[in-house]
């Protein structure tokens, strides 16, 4: 599998307010048979404030702006986690005006996705769950950002499969669609049963397969969410051990993994990972993409496991050990309210 190029959605709250939508890429409520500005209406511009100490402030910058989608009543509203993460402050703001501060409920390191809850009643109706593993390709899907039919775009999806991020992540199964949306950070996925199919989370180069030039969207597929939706309620996160980190950005090209960089202070720069060295086994066991690296790795234990890499660097290989940690332990944590 070769890892596909991504960027991440943190754009300023000006620039928020001056992308629109080409009216003929938008919905029409005629085409639907839910109520379409009842749906896009769900959606809520979201800002967030992260401290310039923060672990991801060098990466992911420290105002971030995107959207969240109302999915309760009681204002929880469901978002990608990488707009909120250590977040000091937040704002929403629905399309009828309306604004409220809001605070961190959880965040899910495994599946991205983030909830936040609003501190003060939006009029606006919640966005009902829908079914993402009902999506097939060549299914019609609204990207829906806040602001009504102007923010929402007209896609198809165009894929299902396997997402690997650089950063340490896994989607089994994640949606791909196309055209891509301006925003994506945190929109709305809306199926044609005006329910939620998933939420906005990345820009990719190669939406309908691995090797051929389409731009998209990569969604994270909502029925990631139920499972996990109590215990991010109850905790802040899921209720059991964290998986084994890292610390390194890794990439795969033509069967060979390699280190792209490592986090600053964190388990590989400690113990002697490299930026450009190929990771050649984990254990006793041959890596030859990110998928098959990152599971086997996740196999050998919780957070704090010794994980053994076999690597090669300038030519030579070599074997060196990693103490993996927990990520949550490296970002600061949610203020109370």
């Keep these: 599998m070769v890892a596909i190029q991504i960027s991440h959605s943190g754009r300023t709250v000006t620039e928020l307010t001056e992308w629109a939508i080409p009216e003929a890429a938008q919905p029409k409520a005629s085409e639907f048979t839910f109520d379409l500005d009842r749906a896009l209406s769900s959606v809520v511009a979201l800002r967030s404030e992260i401290p310039g100490d923060a672990f991801t402030a060098p990466i992911l910058g420290t105002e971030r702006a995107g959207h969240g989608v109302l999915i309760r009543d009681d204002g929880l509203i469901l978002t990608i986690g990488y707009l909120i993460t250590e977040a000091e402050a937040i704002w929403l703001t629905a399309a009828d005006g309306t604004a409220a501060p809001g605070h961190i409920v959880g965040y899910d390191q495994g599946s991205g996705f983030g909830l936040v ?44 499969r396997e997402f690997a991020g650089y950063w340490e992540y896994l989607v089994d199964e994640a949606l791909f669609t196309s055209p891509p949306h301006p925003n994506w950070g945190g929109a709305a996925c809306i199926g044609q049963d005006g329910r939620l199919r998933g939420i906005g989370s990345l820009f990719v180069q190669e939406a309908r397969a691995e090797g051929i030039a389409s731009q998209g969207n990569m969604i994270v597929p909502i029925d990631l969410l139920p499972p996990i939706l109590d215990d991010l309620l109850l ?33 590989a720069e400690r113990d002697g990972v490299r930026p450009g060295d190929v990771i050649l086994q984990v254990g006793d066991t041959e890596v030859h993409d990110l998928p098959g690296m990152l599971r086997t790795v996740w ?28 990520r949550n332990d490296f970002l600061k944590k949610p203020r109370l309210h």
């Design 117 to 160: 809850q609003a501190l003060g009643r939006f009029r606006v109706p919640a966005l009902a769950l829908g079914s993402s593993s009902s999506s097939k390709v060549g299914d019609s899907v609204i990207i829906a950002g806040e602001g009504g039919k102007a923010r929402a775009l007209n896609a198809k999806v165009v894929s299902k």
């Design 235 to 267: 905790y802040g996160r899921v209720n059991r051990p964290a998986r084994p980190w890292l610390g390194m950005y890794i990439s795969d090209a033509e069967e060979t993994v390699f280190v792209m960089g490592v986090a600053d202070d964190g388990p």
């Design 299 to 326: 196999s050998l234990g919780p957070a704090g496991a010794d994980v053994p890499f076999t690597l090669l660097r300038d030519g030579k290989p070599m074997r060196l050990k990693v103490r993996s940690a927990d």
